[in-house]
């Protein structure tokens, strides 16, 4: 339940602000009786919809990369630090990279990065 709080926060709030806006919308004179409970519910299920996809697709990445990392493979992690040179670091666990509550740290690298930012690394293959 907590990696659903850290991963949905966000989303979270802005379909409560859109419920709220539905809310106030709906309840206007100028609006047919009672449309605002069918408006509500219409909404908090797109809204229900939503956020639990994005969550089911973001946990599905989540344990494909954390499955990479611990056989071996490389992960990319977006770098928000740096944004004028590179914007991704190449994670290895041959680097010395270690993996914690779904956070890949280094002793040799000044911050952690959640396995929610990153993804597999899959080699681009140019055919001649």
């Given at each position: 339940?907590?990696?659903?709080?850290?991963?949905?926060a966000g989303y979270l709030g802005i379909a409560l602000f859109v419920l709220i806006i539905t809310l106030i919308v709906t309840t206007r004179s100028f609006v047919a009786k009672g449309i605002w409970k069918k408006s509500l519910a219409i909404m908090g299920v797109i809204m229900?919809?939503?956020?639990?996809?994005?969550?089911?697709?973001?946990?599905?990445?989540?344990?494909?990369?954390?499955?990479?990392f611990n056989s071996g493979e490389k992960v990319?992690?977006?770098?928000?630090?740096?944004?004028?040179?590179?914007?991704?670091?190449?994670?290895?666990?041959?680097?010395?990279?270690?993996?914690q509550n779904h956070m890949l740290s280094s002793p040799n690298y000044?911050?952690?990065?959640?396995?929610?930012?990153?993804?597999?690394?899959?080699?681009?293959?140019?055919?001649?």
């Amino acid at each position: 339940m907590e990696l659903f709080f850290k991963l949905e926060a966000g989303y979270l709030g802005i379909a409560l602000f859109v419920l709220i806006i539905t809310l106030i919308v709906t309840t206007r004179s100028f609006v047919a009786k009672g449309i605002w409970k069918k408006s509500l519910a219409i909404m908090g299920v797109i809204m229900g919809l939503f956020i639990g996809l994005h969550y089911f697709v973001t946990t599905n990445r989540i344990y494909e990369v954390e499955k990479a990392f611990n056989s071996g493979e490389k992960v990319v992690c977006e770098s928000r630090a740096i944004r004028k040179v590179s914007q991704s670091v190449l994670i290895e666990k041959s680097n010395n990279w270690d993996l914690q509550n779904h956070m890949l740290s280094s002793p040799n690298y000044s911050r952690e990065f959640f396995t929610a930012r990153c993804i597999k690394y899959v080699p681009i293959k140019l055919d001649n």
